[in-house]
């Protein structure tokens, strides 16, 4: 077994609990701006943002530093044309037969539908993979320990980077997503977790007038 090791904690600034409270308020209004978009510019986003973002997502907590994710950025237009094809076909066959009414009900105040032009026109997909175990130079298979939380994690930084540095996303999911698996070259232990449209939002873009729950409907103190 490997001994660990370890190195002094990164040099950080220590705050009051008056500058804290400044910076968690910042944040929050922050992240309070940030909408789910659907409607997307084709207007270019440089590549070196995209890397930045990933990097990013990269940093998140994980279950035994084992990273289990793979993050495949895609600007290509042929390759996005065919994600599209491959996703809107499987969101018909949602949207047509597997949906249960009480689901179909849920996304009804969200205008969404089997046609997602967007995955074309937003100068980025990145599609995310989590590593249910790793392959060793050897072929050997490692288990990588909780897969989907640490991507999910990453996820996250992902999406709030991309808000951070002035985009929009939009979290997409079409069900089964093997096609991912097989347009992007990606190996078959690497299992298709969501993609993220990234880009800027379209003049004009509007989105669903939802509201978020207030603070005393999702948490909980014990003092």
Known sequence: MTTAQFIPLPQRESFCDEALKRNAIEFNEHMQRRRTVRQFSPRPVPREVIESCLRAAGSAPN???LQPWHFVAVADPAVKHEIRIAAEEEEREFYENRAPATW???LAPLGTDSNKPF???APWLIAVFGQPYGVKPDGT???????????GIATGF???AV???GLASLTH??????FLNRILKCPAHEKPFLLLVVGHPAEGA???DIHRKPLPEISSFIL
Request: charged share 15%; hydrophobic share 45%.
């Open 158 to 160: 992902l999406v709030a």
């Open 63 to 65: 279950g035994a530093n």
């Open 173 to 178: 999911t079409p069900s089964p997503m093997a």
């Open 206 to 208: 509007v989105v669903p």
């Open 119 to 121: 995955l074309e026109i």
């Open 104 to 106: 179909l009900e849920a």
């Open 163 to 165: 808000h951070h540095a």
């Open 141 to 151: 298979r490692m288990k990588h320990y909780y897969t989907t939380e640490s991507v």
